[in-house]
């Protein structure tokens, strides 16, 4: 499983190259809102993407969760490596996608009512971006002693989020220079 420790031993220059050497075109097929695609190729530091696909890399056999469908790039992205199963949720049906990979399951509801979210190590959140349910998304991971890596999308995108941001004290990272230009957090719960 994916540490604190095993992050730490990773070094930004390795990092970005690393995830800016992922090539995302193929997967960029199963996007039909040409809009999206285009954000969908961009390099890391722009968007996210590329950091998503690089992560789903450091875990095997594992459920991982995207929480925010929209149209379905991030569940893409995460479904870069084939051995893991990807869940993504939203509260409505409104992706634009063609044959979208194997390894993804799609799900409209709530998410904190999957009995395997828990037990997932990680999940990529990309939310309504209003601070509000950001925090209590994180109270109840904190409440559920979820232990596992949360990436949060849009961190610095308003003020709402950056304070959202401001309150956790978990071990916490800005991966902004790695993922999207709006913010990309990451938190450890442990």
């Given at each position: ?99 979208p990979p ?32 950001e925090w ?48 990309t957090g ?5």
């Amino acid at each position: 499983m994916f540490t604190i420790e095993h992050f730490k031993q990773l070094n930004y220059a390795y990092l970005a190259d690393k995830i800016n050497s992922i090539s995302l075109k193929n997967s960029s097929e199963h996007i039909t809102n040409d809009l999206y695609r285009s954000y969908y190729l961009k390099n890391a530091g722009s968007e996210h993407y590329k950091l998503l696909a690089f992560f789903s890399t450091l875990f095997n056999d594992c459920q991982l969760f995207d929480i925010g469908t929209h149209i379905g790039g991030s569940s893409i992205a995460m479904s870069y490596n084939p051995k893991n199963i990807v869940v993504s949720y939203d509260i409505i049906n409104c992706r634009e996608l063609r044959n979208p990979p194997k390894n993804i399951m799609y799900e409209v509801g709530d998410f904190r009512l999957d009995s395997d979210l828990l037990n997932s190590p990680f999940i990529f959140i990309d939310a309504d971006h209003n601070g509000k349910d950001e925090w209590e998304f994180h109270n109840f991971f904190l409440s559920k002693r979820y232990k596992g890596v949360i990436f949060w999308d849009d961190i610095h995108l308003n003020s709402e989020m950056k304070y959202f941001w401001s309150l956790v004290t978990n071990e916490k990272y800005d991966l902004t220079r790695l993922g999207h230009e709006t913010g990309t957090g990451m938190i450890f719960y442990a």
